[in-house]
Each structure stands twice: as C-alpha cells, then as structure tokens.
C-alpha cells in the first residue's frame, strides 16, 4: 500500500461549491503540507502542520483552509471553489530529522 | 530566501543518448538540493538528493548529480536516455536553517524521449 494516498483522485465541481480534499499517511510523520502544481510554476506550498495542534499558511493560502484531524490525516478545504483553483494538488509529509518531503499521487481538480 | 530556475521548460532527446537537464539556485546558507520526477498522472518521486556530502550525487534510474557551489547549479544527467525516461522533473531547494525544511520547487523541465 502507498505510503501517502489521497482522495478523491479526480474532482470536477462547480463554481461556489465547497470542497474537501483528503491526505493519509502511514509513515508516521509528524509533518504533513499541502501544495498546488500549475504548468510552468513547479508546486507552491499552500498550508503546513508541523503536529495536529499547529498549522501554518503557506505562499498561496488565500481561498483555503485546513483541518488536521490526526497525526495521520490532513484536510484541504476550498470553502467555495472557483475556477483559478484548477490545479493539480498534492500532499505531503515529512519529519524533523531530514528534509526529505515525500508526496501522494496528486488530486487533479476542475472547477467550472 | 531561496530560488530555483531550471533553465529549460523542455528538453528533447533521442534514446540512447545523453541527458542533461539545468538547474541553478540560490539560497543564503548551505542548501539540500533534490531532484523529483513526476510521470504523467503520478505523484512526485524523488530521484536523488545531495545534503553536503559528496558533490557527485547517485539517484534512482541511473540519474546522477553534481553540486557546483561555485556555479551554484545542480544539473541533472544520465549517460544513456530511455523512454520511461520521459517525464517531468523538478529541482528543488531547501534551506536547513528554516525550522520548517521548506521547499523551494523549479518550474520544472519536461523531458521527451525519442525513438
């Protein structure tokens, strides 16, 4: 099993709608990040929590939020979706002893 | 702050042949620098990573590395390309004084393979 999953997969919504995008992981970290991908600008961070009770804004936070419910799980909100948030987002985790980020597949999301 | 400018959105090969992919950055202290490639529809794989030990960095696939302080780049190469070789590939920088290891992504080059 993937180590850090996310779902859904793919998302298509409508304009105004809200939406929730889900990150898991078993590699027991305590770090987790949530990031956006758009051609040409590599990934741009948008939240991170470095344990359940901290979380951070990253570069790009504005139109979302986030939700750590446990060490394990970590939640990426678009309170009311629009269009210029078409990307393609990923989560991430990593620990306090190495820099090293690993990443989940990537949820690719449509707003129309 | 830190940067990363990978120099070519694109690079195209045929296979077999060499691969070279640019990447400079800047970063006020000592950096870890990664390279990651994403295939089409997967996530982010990290390929290799250089934390100030060796300058010549060994990854994944055959890829390697090498750390130019003096140039302050980080290319990417491998001697002999193959198709699966075909993807996206990121560099990306950290500064180990930022209590957050936060990462600095490229805009990333997308390689093609030829046949």
């Known amino acids: 099993d993937a180590d850090v999953t996310q779902t859904p997969r793919n998302r298509i919504t409508k304009t105004g709608k809200r939406i929730m995008l889900e990150c898991s992981q078993t590699?027991?970290?305590?770090?987790m990040y949530w990031y956006r991908q758009d051609p040409g600008l590599g990934l741009q961070l948008i939240y991170y929590?470095?344990?359940?009770?901290?979380?951070n804004k990253g570069e790009i936070s504005d139109g979302y939020s986030v939700s750590r419910q446990a060490q394990a799980k970590f939640s990426l909100s678009l309170e009311s979706a629009i269009p210029n948030q078409t990307a393609l987002y990923f989560c991430?985790?990593?620990?306090?002893?190495?820099?090293?980020?690993?990443f989940g597949p990537g949820t690719r999301l449509t707003v129309l | 702050a830190q940067s990363v400018t990978q120099l070519d959105s694109h690079v195209s090969v045929s296979e077999g042949t060499p691969v070279l992919l640019r990447c400079n950055y800047s970063?006020?202290?000592?950096?870890?620098l990664f390279w990651y490639v994403q295939h089409p529809n997967k996530g982010l794989q990290l390929l290799l990573k250089?934390?100030?030990?060796?300058?010549l960095v060994k990854g994944i696939n055959g890829f390697e590395a090498e750390f130019k302080k003096s140039e302050t780049s980080f290319h990417l190469t491998k001697p002999s390309a193959h198709m699966s070789d075909a993807a996206e590939y990121f560099c990306?920088?950290?500064?180990?004084?930022?209590?957050?290891?936060?990462?600095?992504f490229g805009g990333g080059t997308r390689l093609m393979v030829k046949p």
């Open positions: 929590s470095f344990d359940v009770k901290d979380i």
């Open positions: 991430a985790t990593g620990s306090d002893s190495t820099d090293t980020q690993y």
């Open positions: 990306v920088v950290s500064d180990r004084r930022n209590a957050g290891n936060m990462l600095t």
């Open positions: 590699k027991g970290h305590d770090r």
């Open positions: 970063s006020s202290y000592s950096p870890s």
């Open positions: 250089y934390t100030s030990a060796a300058t």
